[in-house]
């Protein structure tokens, strides 16, 4: 998509700031930029994404905008569908830094996109928002300007190699888009946690992202008898696979790493299907597990799009809060490099939905790089319930992640 994009609700956004007494006291617009997949497999992460962004920065103008010195600023929001796509998406933030002159650009679903841009953006006048995409290397390139809502996928696959181990089970299947750096890096951790629980992973099935018949992979992994599956991919094929385990007959417990939202899978299977899969995680939004301020994110989302929103969408919407806090903390819009250093020493904002873990008091880690706690999640009657939290150290992965290169 070349054109600039306004997202559904953003007329009514407008309208709502233009009758809001507090932000007609505005005396300056910034505009900020959002990269990110609006069509394609992808989308199922990006468009929530971008929606945050935007209902974010409308509740940020309608209570007084971002205060700097004497001067206010409102968000306008400029956004470009990136498609998921490296090219496309260095093409799209090229047009927000050159044309359109943005200097904070917000999203970031996915990470073959997300590493084409953060290949270049250290050497831009320009600061970097990384949402869901949950490649590792993203936070290891000591890139001062960049700073990442989600915690890397590793981090999140060794909690639940250990959770699934502690279930009893010894001989585990694996099914997925292993691919893709991020899904093997979860599956790697998992593997290596399981083995030390005295499991052992047995086969590694492959899906391509756009694949719809599982059938062959789960007709092979039938055969070796395993005691459970784990599916790591986009929800589609995801929700492909669980679907045709149950049509061939495959009784055995089901674990995966997705982030789908029960709408998103129930396009493609039934809830019958789906009952009893998990989903192991970082503890994104799902209302049993989340505060005050999830649950009206949840309702004033799903007011606003007519959709609930999906779990990992408040990324996005907490990057929108800390930027806005940040640029007040750092005293300026146009310093770019004072408003990257003050989101690395910023407290988790009061606004925030996911319920991040502190490194040293601190949203960010040196790294740039924030944290969640894990958590097990399961299909139970049409619902995804959060069962329990998976055992996780900020502090050690901290640590270990600055050692990468």
């Known amino acids: 998509m070349t054109g600039k994009i306004f997202l559904k609700g953003s007329v009514a956004g407008l309208a709502a700031l233009m009758m809001s007494g507090a932000a007609?006291?505005?005396?300056?617009?910034?505009?900020?930029?959002?990269?990110?997949?609006?069509?394609?497999?992808?989308?199922?992460?990006?468009?929530?994404?971008?929606?945050?962004?935007?209902m974010a920065a409308d509740e940020i103008n309608q209570a007084g905008g971002i205060k700097v010195g004497d001067d206010t600023y409102s968000l306008d929001v400029v956004v470009y569908d990136d498609k998921a796509n490296p090219t496309e998406a260095t093409n799209a933030v090229r047009k927000l830094i050159d044309r359109d002159g943005v200097k904070y650009i917000l999203g970031f679903c996915c990470s073959g996109a997300t590493g084409a841009v953060a290949s270049f953006i250290e050497y831009e006048?320009?600061?970097?928002?990384?949402?869901?995409?949950?490649?590792?290397?993203?936070?290891?390139?000591?890139?001062?300007?960049?700073?990442?809502?989600?915690?890397?996928?590793?981090?999140?696959?060794?909690?639940?190699?250990?959770?699934?181990?502690?279930?009893?089970?010894?001989?585990?299947?694996?099914?997925?888009?292993?691919?893709?750096?991020?899904?093997?890096?979860?599956?790697?951790?998992?593997?290596?946690?399981?083995?030390?629980?005295?499991?052992?992973?047995?086969?590694?099935?492959?899906?391509?992202?756009?694949?719809?018949?599982?059938?062959?992979?789960?007709t092979k992994i039938?055969?070796?008898?395993?005691?459970?599956?784990?599916?790591?991919g986009y929800v589609e094929p995801a929700a492909?696979?669980?679907?045709?385990?149950?049509?061939?007959?495959?009784?055995?417990?089901?674990y995966g790493f997705t982030s789908g939202s029960e709408e998103q899978f129930l396009r493609v299977a039934s809830s019958e299907q789906m009952e009893g899969v998990w989903d192991l995680r970082p503890t994104e939004l799902t209302l049993q597990s989340t505060g005050e301020t999830g649950l009206a994110y949840h309702k004033n989302y799903s007011e606003r799009f007519g959709i609930a929103p999906s779990p990992s969408s408040p990324y996005a919407y907490d990057q929108a809060w800390a930027l806005k806090h940040a640029i007040e903390a750092a005293g300026t819009a146009d310093d770019t490099e004072a408003v990257a250093a003050a989101l690395r020493d910023l407290e988790i904002p009061s606004e925030a939905v996911m319920q991040y873990l502190p490194v040293n008091g601190k949203m960010f880690d040196e790294n740039g790089q924030a944290y969640t706690a894990n958590g097990a999640f399961q299909w139970q009657d049409g619902h995804w319930v959060y069962v329990q939290e998976l055992p996780s150290d900020p502090e050690a992965y901290s640590a270990f992640l600055s050692t990468l290169d």
């Open 125 to 218: 006048d320009a600061v970097m928002l990384v949402g869901n995409a949950a490649e590792r290397s993203i936070t290891t390139r000591e890139i001062g300007n960049l700073v990442r809502t989600r915690p890397p996928a590793d981090y999140t696959g060794a909690a639940a190699g250990a959770f699934v181990a502690q279930q009893g089970h010894k001989r585990v299947a694996v099914l997925g888009a292993l691919e893709i750096s991020f899904y093997a890096s979860y599956v790697e951790a998992f593997e290596r946690e399981f083995t030390k629980g005295g499991g052992e992973v047995i086969a590694h099935e492959v899906f391509a992202s756009k694949d719809r018949d599982m059938s062959p992979q789960l």
């Open 222 to 232: 039938r055969e070796m008898e395993p005691d459970a599956l784990l599916v790591v």
């Open 240 to 254: 492909f696979a669980y679907r045709q385990s149950v049509e061939l007959g495959m009784d055995i417990p089901r």
């Open 24 to 54: 007609m006291a505005a005396d300056e617009v910034l505009t900020i930029g959002v990269a990110d997949a609006l069509t394609g497999g992808a989308a199922v992460y990006g468009l929530p994404q971008a929606n945050a962004v935007q």
